[in-house]
T-cell receptor, first 116, second 114 residues
Framework: GAVVSQHPSWVICKSGTSVKIECRSLDFQATTMFWYRQFPKQSLMLMATSNEGSKATYEQGVEKDKFLINHASLTLSTLTVTSAHPEDSSFYIC????????????FGPGTRLLVL | AQSVTQLGSHVSVSEGALVLLRCNYSSSVPPYLFWYVQYPNQGLQLLLKYTSAATLVKGINGFEAEFKKSETSFHLTKPSAHMSDAAEYFCAVSAGAAGNKLTFGGGTRVLVKP
């Protein structure tokens, strides 16, 4: 199988703090990972595409200085929400694509962020 | 650019009845189409995908979908609903390759009545 994990699964933080979310491909290498955000009772919206060893590509309207993405290895991408505010509270889901393929993405279980 | 429209944000079916979830897409290039299921507070599970092979695609848990290019549709069906089918369902499209970024529809929440 192709398993993607996320850590943490839940995080509660105070307004103004930064939060880091990890996305790992456990049994395959992933040159490309995607970060999605899902607000309550809404669909998933792509935030950015993360490519190993290069800068992430952000979707229109997503602040790259607020949502820092680092894809430092073939199995790990991190999303850091800087100076989080209550409006950043959401469900963040990552997905990973197996290296050197155009196979379907494999999704992680998601991270729920609550900013107080 | 591509987009997905799911008709009906909520669908209620009786256990044992047909489940039909509608999805229409638009894409400037041949699309790759997907149906995902999401249970509360969980990630997405792939039900099935269309990648330009057979137009009738069979997936897991008894679901299937038919790609109709003339109607730009990819509706999801299951002949007999089970209580465990209660969840949120998302249709998605990617352009150019199955592994490219996904554009999701708004989702359809399925309620199964005993």
């Amino acid at each position: 199988g192709a398993v993607v994990s996320q850590h943490p699964s839940w995080v509660i933080c105070k307004s103004g703090t930064s939060v880091k979310i990890e996305c790992r491909s456990l049994d395959f290498q992933a040159t490309t990972m995607f970060w999605y955000r899902q607000f309550p009772k809404q669909s998933l919206m792509l935030m950015a595409t993360s490519n190993e060893g290069s800068k992430a590509t952000y979707e229109q309207g997503v602040e790259k200085d607020k949502f820092l993405i680092n894809h430092a290895s073939l199995t790990l991408s991190t999303l850091t929400v800087t100076s989080a505010h209550p409006e950043d509270s959401s469900f963040y889901i990552c997905s990973a694509r197996r290296a050197r393929t155009q196979e379907t993405q494999y999704f992680g279980p998601g991270t729920r962020l609550l900013v107080l | 650019a591509q987009s997905v429209t799911q008709l009906g944000s909520h669908v209620s079916v009786s256990e044992g009845a047909l489940v039909l979830l509608r999805c229409n897409y638009s894409s400037s290039v041949p699309p790759y189409l997907f149906w995902y299921v999401q249970y509360p507070n969980q990630g997405l599970q792939l039900l099935l995908k269309y990648t330009s092979a057979a137009t009738l695609v069979k997936g897991i848990n008894g679901f299937e979908a038919e790609f109709k290019k003339s109607e730009t549709s990819f509706h999801l069906t299951k002949p007999s609903a089970h209580m465990s089918d209660a969840a949120e369902y998302f249709c998605a499209v990617s352009a150019g390759a199955a592994g490219n970024k996904l554009t999701f529809g708004g989702g359809t929440r399925v309620l199964v009545k005993p």
